[in-house]
């Protein structure tokens, strides 16, 4: 038999004496499984989606899916770096979930780059590498 001290609410037992449980409770059965995620979209991303990139000459048209409200457009030499944009303006995405910017450089033409998504405040929300004036990259 077991024999339970107690101090001031709290209990305990004594090593080397049998101890009968009495059955689950409620608390040891279940097992939590928290997931937390960042407001409207999994794994704390936007769930946006670039789903075309059209060049006419030095135009170029992207066409967006999912969750683009308060987006921009923009295409720069190097993803993460505003100081490498190629247009003349970055452009917010329509109600369509579409943007057409130019570049204003036309030695630029045949050459990567990268369309960029971007937040209202700027940052970087998605990237897809394109080859400005479309068709193949020239170097």
Not at 52 to 61: E, P, V
Not at 86 to 94: A, D, M, R, S
Not at 125 to 135: E, H, L, P, R
């Amino acid at each position: 038999m077991l024999e339970r001290v107690h101090l001031v609410g709290i209990s305990c037992y004594r090593r080397s004496q049998e101890y009968s449980h009495g059955g689950l409770s409620l608390q040891e059965c279940l097992t939590l499984e928290l997931v937390v995620t960042k407001s409207g979209a999994p794994n704390g991303q936007l769930a946006v989606e670039l789903t075309d990139i059209a060049w006419k000459s030095m135009r170029c048209t992207v066409a967006v899916d999912g969750q683009f409200a308060g987006l921009s457009v923009d295409i720069r030499r190097e993803a993460g770096d505003p100081s490498t944009t190629l247009v003349l303006g970055v452009k917010p995405l329509k109600e369509n979930g579409t943007a057409s910017v130019m570049v204003e450089d036309d030695a630029q033409l045949g050459k990567e780059a990268y369309v960029a998504l971007l937040g209202p405040s700027g940052e970087l929300v998605s990237t897809a590498i394109t080859v400005i004036g479309g068709g193949k990259k020239h170097d």
